[in-house]
């Protein structure tokens, strides 16, 4: 694994696997928040954030999705890397279709933003950032926590009357988030960074037996947390929309394309079709990244053609009703 020690770049600095096989994720190492309270240091503002992400990363997309659906794209401005990224990280190259330039400081690589932040910082470079241009820092790395400032703490900012937590849901939101995460999120990448059989098992086993558990619910509901478009659809669409295109192939997770799923894939079209969510999605960004990015798993960076699948075509989930929180809690 890349990363900085000390402020110093370090190529296969650690293992990002343990003794059985078994793909650890490593945790994300700025987690401060922007809060709506008068003493708070991060405070919502407009044109006081930006936004480092990759289109071609799920986690990123989750805060892209958020910031489109809320309407904060003129509030919050974004500077897009290259998909591809080798031995030096994530990088800027805004010659290329679909990237831009670090528009705040001109960084060749995402890792200058790292250091300018905290010049002794050890951890991963990572995509989402939350950076403060007033304090010229990075507020936060985590997506989860990014998803949840931009829905909460910029509500007032937003352009558009959406609410991805709303009250009532929020307790029923939360599990569903801790849920997906492990085995279909997160599951995704233990399947496909598994060092051993054994932990390659493992890993589909509980991501099919997760994905069979949701289209079951998502039978007679619209949405994951009952009648209400929340972040936990959030969370799931940036994994369901990768899934056919690359988890499927590249990652072995191919008991079963979405597409062959009888309500998740109505599902994610919905998702798709919904207004703020398509154009947060760059194909060919997510399959240049994921094929050509993991020699150990891909060593030819051959990017696979399929499958051709309408996104277009009608979902039907409106006629759903679907189901107060306190009755979601008997299908957990």
């Given at each position: 694994?890349?990363?900085?020690?000390?402020?110093?770049?370090?190529?296969?600095?650690?293992?990002?696997?343990?003794?059985?096989?078994?793909?650890?994720?490593?945790?994300?190492?700025?987690?401060?928040?922007?809060?709506?309270?008068?003493?708070?240091?991060?405070?919502?503002?407009?044109?006081?954030?930006?936004?480092?992400?990759?289109?071609?990363?799920?986690?990123?997309?989750?805060?892209?999705?958020?910031?489109?659906?809320?309407?904060?794209?003129?509030?919050?401005?974004?500077?897009?890397?290259?998909?591809?990224?080798?031995?030096?990280?994530?990088?800027?190259?805004?010659?290329?279709?679909?990237?831009?330039?670090?528009h705040l400081y001109g960084s060749d690589y995402l890792r200058e933003l790292y250091v300018r932040a905290d010049p002794e910082t050890t951890g991963r470079v990572t995509v989402p950032v939350l950076w403060d241009t007033q304090e010229e820092t990075i507020v936060n790395n985590e997506s989860a926590e990014i998803m949840r400032m931009l829905d909460v703490a910029f509500d007032d900012i937003a352009e558009r009357d959406v609410d991805l937590y709303p009250a009532g849901y929020q307790d029923e939101v939360d599990r569903i988030i801790d849920d997906i995460y492990d085995p279909i999120n997160n599951g995704v990448y233990r399947a496909g960074f598994a060092g051993s059989q054994e932990a390659y098992d493992r890993a589909v086993t509980g991501l099919f037996d997760?994905?069979?558990?949701?289209?079951?619910?998502?039978?007679?509901q619209r949405y994951l947390a009952g009648d209400r478009l929340t972040e936990a659809d959030v969370a799931m669409f940036t994994t369901l929309v990768r899934f056919d295109q690359v988890y499927h192939t590249h990652f072995m997770c191919n008991e079963q394309f979405i597409h062959q799923y009888e309500n998740l894939w109505p599902y994610l079209r919905?998702?798709?079709?919904?207004?703020?969510?398509?154009?947060?999605?760059?194909?060919?960004?997510?399959?240049?990244?994921?094929?050509?990015?993991?020699?150990?798993?891909?060593?030819?960076?051959?990017?696979?053609?399929?499958?051709?699948?309408?996104?277009?075509?009608?979902?039907?989930?409106?006629?759903?009703?679907?189901?107060?929180?306190?009755?979601?809690?008997?299908?957990?």
């Open positions: 694994m890349n990363m900085l020690v000390d402020g110093e770049w370090v190529v296969d600095a650690t293992e990002s696997t343990e003794e059985d096989g078994e793909f650890q994720r490593q945790e994300t190492a700025f987690r401060d928040w922007v809060r709506d309270e008068e003493d708070a240091r991060f405070q919502p503002e407009a044109d006081r954030y930006h936004l480092y992400v990759s289109y071609a990363c799920p986690w990123a997309h989750r805060t892209l999705l958020v910031r489109s659906l809320k309407g904060l794209e003129d509030a919050i401005s974004v500077s897009v890397v290259d998909p591809y990224r080798d031995d030096d990280g994530w990088q800027f190259t805004p010659e290329k279709d679909g990237c831009t330039p670090d997760a994905l069979d558990h949701w289209d079951e619910v998502l039978a007679d919905d998702l798709d079709q919904t207004p703020g969510v398509r154009e947060t999605v760059r194909m060919d960004h997510i399959k240049e990244h994921y094929y050509t990015t993991h020699p150990d798993v891909n060593p030819k960076r051959i990017v696979a053609v399929g499958p051709d699948l309408d996104f277009e075509a009608p979902h039907d989930r409106a006629e759903l009703q679907g189901r107060p929180p306190e009755e979601l809690k008997t299908l957990a």
